[in-house]
Each structure stands twice: as C-alpha cells, then as structure tokens.
C-alpha cells in the first residue's frame, strides 16, 4: 500500500523545486532526455512520483542521481514546470534524507542556520588562533592535526552511516536480491563514476562542462592528498610545492567559471541557485585561493608577519569540512557515484 | 497628402474578407447596408478558401467558400478592396468613425483581366508560392490561386525583374506598371475586425527538423496537397516525391506550449489532424497514420463520432508528445516520445510527419485604432468586453469582433461569431436611425 504524502510538493519547493504541479504528463521531458531509456524513463516518473507525494518510491528510487542536468527538457517543458531543477532538488532531498544527523535538510532549508553555522565556526576558528596566541607554528601544527581528524571522523561518523542508509534504502527496502558477486563486479562502475562522471557525457550539451568538472575533481582531490599526506605546508620539495600551486590554481579557476555562469545564468543548468550551491562553489574558489596564497606567502617568506591569512585558511578549511562536506553539495560526490554503483548491481541482480 | 486623399462613405468597414468577416459582410449587405471590406491579401476568402475538407462532415471546403465568394464580389452594397491595409481608424463620435486605408497597387487592371494567365507563361521568374505554402514555385506574375477571387492576375514587384514580357503576352493589355499607391479616407458608421490568425511557424522548435528535413510538413501544407486545387494531384513527401506510406501527425505543435510563449489550445489541431488522417486513408488506402496527442479534444457537435470513426477505419493514437526528430538517411523520420500509457520511452520510425501547428493571433489592428484602445486579451486576440451577453462587442463601442480574431475556434464557430458580429453591429446602427 502506497503512503502519500499531499504536502510534499510544498516541503520540495523548500529545497528549490520551481512547480512540479503544472505538468500535464505529455512525457516531453523524458523523450527530449538524452539519457532516459526504457529502463531509466525520468524525469516524469519523478514528476509524478512527487506531484503524488509518492515519498517512499522517491526514497528507494536511484532516479535522480542518474540525472545529470543538461536542463533540455526544463528549456522545452510546455507548461514549465522546470523537471530539471525538480530532479535537482530531489537530489537536494535525498541528502537530507539520507543524513541520520538531520543537519544536512536543516541547512538546505534554513538559510539562517547555514550562515549561523558559518559565523559559529569561524568565531571558534578565531577564538582558537587568540588561544594560541597567534602563534603560527603552533596553529599550522593543530591544522594539520584538524585535517586528519575531520577527514576521518567526518568519514567515519557522518558519510559512511549515510552511504550505508542509502544502500538501505534503495537496495535492500525494495529487496533487490543482489548476490554477492555482484557487488564485487560493479565496483568498477564506483570507481569509474567517482574519479570520471562518464554519465555526464551522455548530456546533448557541451563536453566542456564535464572537462571542467573532471579536472576540478582531479585538482581537489590531488590537493587534498598533496596537503595532508604530502605535507604542502611544510614541505621542502619543488615538486610536491609546483604541483600544489597547479592544484589549487585549477580549483579556483575552475570554481570561478562556475561562479561566473550562475551569476549569469546563461545556461539551464546554472539558472537556478540555492544557498546551497552558492556556498558550495564559492567555499571551493576559496579554498583553492587560500591555499594558494597561504603557501605564496611561505615562499617569499612574508606569513609570519601575515599570520591572518592562515587564520582566514583555517576558518574556510573549518567550515568546508564541517559544514559542507558532511551536509552540504559536497556529499553528491559520493551519492552520484554509489548511485551508479548501486544502479549497476541492481541491473546485475535483475539479469541472475 | 491630406487633400490628395478620396473620401469614401460606407455603413459599415469590415476588415478582413475571411470566412467571418464575409459573413459578417453579407449579412449586413442583405439588410440594406453599404458594407467595404478590405482584405490585404489579392485575394478573399481567407484561409478557408485553401482548406481541402472540412469537420466532421467531411464537405468540400472550396464548395462553401466559393458561392459565398462569388456573392460578396457581386452584391450591390459591398465593395471589395483587397491588396488593401488598414492605416487608421479613428472613432470621431458616435456612429462616426474614420479609417483611412492604404491600397496597394497591383499593376493589373482587374476588371479588364480576364484571368488567361498568358502573362503567367511569359513571365521568367519563379518564387516559392505562398498559397501552396511552399510545396511548389509560382511566377511573378501570377493568378493567386485557381479560384482565387477576383481571379485577375498580379504582379509580385518585390521579385519582378521589369522585363515586360507580361505586357507584351497579356491579351486584353490590362498590365500597367504606372500603377501606385491609392489612400482613401473612409467615413462609416461601425467596424467590424474580422482579421483571422496567423499559424504557428515551426522553426520555432529546432528539435522537430522543420525546414531541415524535408520530409517534416506543416498541417497546412498536408491540406494543400489533399484539396481539389492541390499542387501534385495527389500526396506526396516533398523530399523524394515518394507517395508515403506511414506517416505521423504531431499534435500541439505551438500550442499549449509556455516553452514557445503559446500556453493555450488552438482548439481546431485535434479535429483537423483526425480529419486530414481520414482523407489520407482514402488518397493512399495502403497507408498507416499515427497521430501522437496529448490529449483528444473533441467537444463540438458530432465531432467524437467523427474521432471514434477516424478510430475504427484504423487511425493509430498514441499519447505522448514527441520530444524530439531525427531524419535517416533514406529521408525517413525518428520519433522520440514516451508512450505515457507504458511509461516508457519508444522510438519510431515514419516517412513523412505532418506537424499540426497551431493558432496565433493575427497582430496589428488593436494599434491602427488611435484615439480610443481596442483591448486585446491576454493572449493577445481582441477582448470580447462582453463574452456571455454580446460575444462580438469589444472596448470600443461601435466596434465588433468576428471569427478567430477573438481566439481560436473552428469554422462554424467563425460563421456563427460573424453572424453575431453583424447582429450587433444592425443593433448598434439601429439605435441611431430610431
């Protein structure tokens, strides 16, 4: 017996959804989709799922992860009712649903607790520098320490619950019985997904859009590992000092693009911008900028006399991995590539 | 130029010699009125005059038309204009109005042509023909189409080369290229804007291959290639001249559409589609139609039987609206859609499709009106002030609306407007004489 839920779309247009009520089913949207299939038939049974208010068919449905919003069929929606930026807060929903915390949905809806979460952890970054004295050396060390410990504990505590959750629910609530092969043989779909977003390129729009996005993956993640296992900060190498300059330079050229075209909307895709997005984007430009700047200024020897520049490092690392990536845009990352994973074992598990 | 202007006094200017406004136009002529009707085109009769069958009686379109012509070129109290336009309209009181309209030469005497199309074999340049909608070519100099009324010849001087041969093929020498622009200042004593609707253009929407593909054709053109006067004698796909034999209709094409600024239903698509797919079924019997629709909208008289026949003589109906075009290289056609009763997406594969474009409104009239508004609606089809009570009456008093230029509807709902157009147009003029 289906449950619905009449108040749901009202609950979507929180996470951004424009009026998903205004479709009249004509199925352009799934027709006009490059990457709808006989199997994967979106964005209407999205559509209809939420019109409905078919809350449990959309929380076991992998559906909108396999979206990659090209925004066709939101530009060629006769009545408007944007299904792109329907799939998209879906997306946004699902986070929250999958977060065991609460925080993630808190955070999407409330704009007030996101910016008082903000201020809250730079106050603490701040307070901790004045504790320190200022003392640069001193502040570097327990960075470092900071990065491990949020790396894992974030990890461990926040987004493993939650992939498991999600596992859960679209795997097992609908009772897909997937052997256990299968999950060793789609492994290579995760991996591929995550370091690629091969889907992307099956969007009817410019390939430029995934290049942008792949290297901005490559450069975050080789950035991540160049400052805290490698040690950028500290380090004496050339090579580990040259490769992170490039790291962060592409994260923030990158980021800045991004931010370019949502101030300017020029495509369907960058039209519709939610706090969420706009914390997402501009964290990740300041991050690459700060990290830049920050080791500039160890190399012509200036950040002992600047010590506020790491601390303002400090408050942006601190927010992004305490905010945005445990609650925030960052978790599509993996959602989107475990989405994929899950997907494939499901197909696998329905050939058996 | 003021005083180089020729007054004219008529009852009534009805602008617009389509189906309503001739009706309109006869009605208030048989009741004793002095009635000038202009019509911009070289020809009257509207875009029903073009039409191959009409629903759901399946009557010959030209063969209500043309009686209907013949009797509004011949009757005493209407004087006929065409090539003409509408500069302005001006309500000088009550019963006063003044228009002033703009004739434009068409370098033929009409009354001396006898329609020989002499000239039409001696002239040597060819243009895509408007009034076939582009299927074939006409010349520069040209009769509109065969029952064109007034059947007289005309010079398109926007292609004409100057060359002469007309002049010197044309029997009764009725060519003259000194012909200019006339403006007359009329006096009447009501309107009647009858000025129709413009179709949907499908280039609009890139992604059904219109004017790319060759074999993807409006539902205007289709009726072109079905009606008695038609181009090719019989169906054909304008890409190879092969007779097709599996085709498509796609149904809502510009309307009911925000994505092209169009959000409502053109209310005549569905039962044109159905009807052209029956005479299909008799032009080509070997032949398969599938019309993709989202919704069937068949609320007129007889028109469901007339949807439940096109049904059971083996009309497919799928719903769906078909997202996207593709042509093959044989010129045959790929739908992409989801068949919303499968919730799955399909392809399919057609050698000709006939996209049934919508209606629009015809724009331009409200603004002639100067010193008082013609309110359009939000849509942009003249306001009917008083929908229920007085259909035909708009902003202006004394100026009365008929057929689709107050939205789109079907030609009886056209005739009956026009006839309540010239009700309460007697009814306005009436109240003056007593």
């Not at chain 1, 008082?116 to 004045?130: D, E, P, S, T, Y």
């Not at chain 2, 409104?361 to 008083?386: A, M, R, T, V």
Request: proline share 4%; aromatic share 12%.
């Amino acid at each position: 017996m289906a449950r619905i839920n009449p108040e749901f779309t009202d609950e979507l247009k929180k996470y951004g959804a424009f009026d998903p009520n205004a479709c009249y089913n004509c199925g352009n949207c799934t027709a006009v989709c490059t990457l709808s299939d006989e199997e994967n038939s979106f964005p209407r049974k999205m559509v209809r799922y939420s019109v409905l208010g078919l809350e449990s068919e959309i929380e076991t449905s992998l559906d909108p992860w396999l979206c990659y919003y090209c925004g066709e069929c939101s530009m060629t929606c006769p009545r408007e009712a944007d299904p792109g930026e329907l799939m998209m807060s879906l997306r946004r929903w699902l986070i929250a649903k999958y977060d065991w915390t609460g925080l993630s949905g808190l955070l999407y809806k409330s704009l007030t607790a996101s910016v008082a979460a903000f201020v809250l952890l730079a106050a603490i970054v701040v307070w901790f520098g004045a504790y320190e004295h200022f003392n640069l050396a001193n502040m570097m060390h327990y960075g470092h320490i900071f990065e491990f410990a949020a790396i894992s504990l974030v990890l461990l505590v926040i987004l493993l619950p939650n992939i498991i959750h999600m596992w859960w629910l679209t795997v097992m609530k609908p009772k897909v019985k997937a052997p256990l092969s299968a999950y060793f043989k789609a492994i290579g779909e995760l991996i591929v997904h995550m370091f690629t977003q091969k889907r992307t390129l099956g969007c009817d729009d410019n390939q430029f859009r995934w290049f942008e996005h792949f290297i901005l993956v490559l450069g975050y993640l080789s950035l991540l590992f160049t400052t805290v296992v490698l040690g950028w900060f500290e380090t004496q190498s050339m090579f580990i000092i040259v490769l992170g300059y490039v790291e962060s330079a592409v994260i923030f050229v990158v980021t800045f693009d991004f931010v370019r075209r949502r101030i300017q909307k020029d495509k369907e895709i960058s039209k519709h911008s939610q706090p969420s997005d706009w914390f997402f984007v501009i964290w990740l430009f300041l991050m690459g900028l700060t990290a830049f700047v920050v080791r500039l200024f160890i190399d012509i020897d200036i950040l002992d006399a600047n010590v506020w520049m790491y601390q303002v490092q400090l408050i942006i690392l601190v927010q992004w991995a305490l905010i945005i990536v445990p609650f925030g845009k960052w978790t599509h990352f993996l959602y989107r590539s475990f989405a994929m994973y899950f997907h494939r074992i499901i197909e696998l598990s329905a050939e058996n | 130029m003021q005083e180089q202007m020729k007054t004219l006094e008529y009852d009534v200017l009805v602008v617009g010699a389509g189906i309503a406004g001739g009706e309109s136009a006869l009605n208030l002529a048989n009741i004793g009125y002095k009635v000038l009707m202009v019509e911009k085109e070289p020809s009257i009769g509207g875009k029903m005059i073009l039409l191959s069958k009409v629903f759901p009686t399946l009557d010959c379109a030209a063969c209500i038309t043309t009686p209907k012509v013949s009797e509004i070129a011949r009757h005493p109290n209407i004087t006929v204009f065409t090539d003409t336009e509408t500069e302005k309209i001006n309500k000088k009181g009550e019963h006063q109005f003044e228009a002033v309209i703009l004739r434009k030469p068409r370098y033929v005497d009409v009354d001396a042509c006898t329609g020989c199309q002499l000239c039409e074999e001696a002239c040597p340049v060819s243009v895509t023909d408007e009034f076939q909608f582009g299927l074939v070519g006409r010349k520069a100099a040209y009769i509109p189409f065969s029952i064109a009324s007034p059947r007289a010849a005309v010079i398109d001087i926007e292609n004409c080369i100057l060359c002469g041969a007309c002049e010197r093929a044309c029997p009764p020498d009725c060519i003259d290229f000194t012909q200019t622009e006339e403006k007359f200042l009329v006096k009447i004593k009501s309107v009647v804007v009858a000025t129709g609707f413009d179709l949907f253009d499908p280039l609009k929407i890139p992604r059904y291959g219109y004017g790319k593909f060759k074999n993807v054709i409006t539902s205007m053109q289709m009726e072109r290639e079905l009606a008695p006067t038609r181009p090719f004698n019989t169906v054909l796909r304008p890409g190879d001249g092969k007779m097709p034999d599996n085709l498509a209709y796609v149904l809502c094409t510009g309307s009911r559409d925000k994505s092209v600024g169009n959000p409502i239903c053109s209310q005549i698509c569905c039962m044109y589609s159905i009807k052209q797919a029956q005479l299909l079924l008799g032009a080509l019997p070997m032949a398969d139609v599938t019309i993709y629709y989202l919704h069937i909208r068949a609320f007129g008289k007889g028109f469901n039987e007339f949807y439940a026949q096109a049904q059971d003589m083996g009309v497919t109906f799928i719903k769906g609206k078909v997202g996207t075009i593709t042509e093959k290289e044989n010129g045959n056609l790929i739908l992409r859609y989801e068949d919303i009763e499968a919730g799955v997406v399909k392809e399919a594969e057609h050698d000709m499709v006939v996209l049934s474009v919508g209606v629009l409104p015809h724009q331009g009239i409200s603004e002639k009106f100067e010193n008082q508004k013609l309110k359009l609606d939000p849509f942009h089809f003249i306001d009917q002030s008083d929908i229920l009570a007085s259909p035909a009456k708009t902003s202006i008093e004394g100026v009365f609306v008929a057929g689709t230029a107050s939205g789109p509807m079907d030609i009886p709902d056209s005739i009956l407007s026009g006839g309540s157009a010239s009700a309460q147009t007697t009814s306005y003029l009436r109240k003056e004489e007593l």
